[in-house]
């Protein structure tokens, strides 16, 4: 298969993971009892909605992770170490981030069920664990720093609009601060606007763009 057809089946991942992260993102606080967030996480798990919704979300950040070796495929000439890093790390919180997503749709509902358990999740003692939050921590660090090395790779070079960079780091930046759900949920649609943004410019040969803005 020539390399042409793969970063073009990554442009399709990528675009398809944009999709899914969109429909999870705003479906996310219109369909769960976010009243509950605070006051009693099980219930949200308990959902019928939940279950799908952690699905969507599992699905899409595997299909960025796909989509964006396509991207540094096209970056591969001149990304240096700064995109090499870059791109590592980026991979690296996208598998850690798939991680997390995997206990939502296949741990958290089993704990929620059973009475014995349930209190893991409504008195927050996953959530706020030593180990949980350091590995929260661990994957805000690979999100933060790969984006920035990778985003500045991607801004640098003439394969790719300069402002797809921009996008994807802005919505990079304001879902792995995790400041406020609001803001996490801004950050994952201007990311998802970013990765669209990249996934076009696949579907097109490197030789057919010459513009650095």
């Known amino acids: 298969m020539q390399l042409l057809s793969i970063q073009r089946l990554s ?10 992260l969109v429909t999870y993102a705003t479906a996310f606080p219109v369909l ?15 959902s019928p909605h939940w279950l799908w919704l952690a699905g ?3 699905a899409g950040v595997l299909l960025l992770a796909a989509g964006f070796a396509g991207v540094y495929s ?3 000439g001149t990304a240096g ?33 059973h009475s014995g358990s349930v209190s893991l999740l409504r008195d927050k003692l996953i ?44 919505g990079a930046l304001l879902y792995g601060l995790n400041l406020s759900m609001t803001l996490a949920i801004a950050g994952i649609l201007i990311h998802a606007l970013g990765c669209l943004i990249l996934a076009l410019r696949l579907f097109r040969p490197a ?3 010459q513009g650095g803005t």
Request: net charge negative.
């Open 207 to 209: 030789e057919t763009y």
């Open 127 to 170: 959530i706020e664990d030593r180990l949980v939050h350091g590995f929260e921590l661990a994957t805000a660090f690979a999100i933060l720093a790969g984006t920035v090395l990778f985003c500045l790779t991607l801004v640098r070079s003439r394969c790719f609009p300069r402002y797809a960079g921009v996008v994807v780091f802005v």
């Open 74 to 76: 096209r970056l591969y």
């Open 32 to 46: 769960l009892p976010m009243d509950k967030m605070d006051s009693d996480f099980a219930q949200l798990v308990l």
């Open 56 to 58: 969507v979300a599992l």
């Open 11 to 20: 442009g399709g991942a990528l675009i398809l993971g944009a999709l899914l």
């Open 81 to 113: 170490w700064t995109g090499l890093i870059g791109f590592v790390l980026l991979e690296l919180a996208y598998l850690l981030q798939a991680m997390m997503v995997s206990w939502e749709v296949f741990l958290y509902p089993v704990i929620a069920r």
